[in-house]
């Protein structure tokens, strides 16, 4: 697995992976500059999670042949988004993508699992601001279709403009979280 997240304040990775059959291990790298450090937290969770109730998602489960994509757009009140991929004992190989306008990546997940039954993929994606949509494609060949379920996760209640603004940089999601505002001060009175 390979992420990217534009910001990790604002959406943080977040995702539930199966470990089936004896001891396993989970090593997490930052293969970012030294400038860009990253804090990672790991726990063990029942067997009773999210990982077997595809039929509570808003949209789920569909079939996604091998090279195809498919799209889920969310509306400005959706906080976060759950995804869940799986197959049906073949390799999943796809990439998950947040997008917020028109090819602008907020996070992209690469995955690759050689038995997508034993070991599916779930994550929750953080989705501030507005514009918000889920792009899913099977990195795979044909003969090797993926099932997809995608939903709101959380739904917020967000009424101003100003809420519903698509966030741009770290810069407008502290902004709405209570921050000050005055990054750009000039000079001292």
């Known amino acids: 697995m390979r992420i990217y997240v534009e910001n990790g304040a604002t959406r943080p990775f977040n995702a539930v992976m199966e470990t089936p059959r004896g001891p396993n291990t989970i090593a997490v790298r930052n293969i970012g500059q030294l400038e860009f450090p990253m804090d990672a937290q790991i726990e063990a969770v029942s067997a009773a999670g999210p990982l077997g109730d595809m ?19 969310f509306d400005p009140q959706v906080d976060s988004v759950q995804c869940l991929l799986k197959t049906d004992g073949r390799p999943l190989n796809a990439r998950i993508e947040l997008l917020q306008g028109p090819n602008n990546n907020k996070q992209v997940i690469e995955l690759y699992t050689e038995d997508g039954l034993d070991r599916p993929f779930f994550a929750i994606l953080e989705t501030p601001g507005s514009g918000n949509v889920v792009r899913i494609v099977n990195t795979a060949t044909v003969e090797f279709p993926m099932t997809c379920s995608v939903g709101a996760y959380k739904i917020g209640n967000k009424s101003s403009f100003e809420e519903m603004q698509p966030v741009i940089s770290g810069y407008g999601a502290e902004n709405r979280m209570g921050g000050s505002g005055d990054i750009f001060k000039y000079g001292a009175n």
Do not use: N, S
């Open 55 to 73: 039929q509570r998602m808003d949209h789920g489960p569909m079939t996604i042949q091998g090279g195809a994509l498919r799209t889920y757009p």
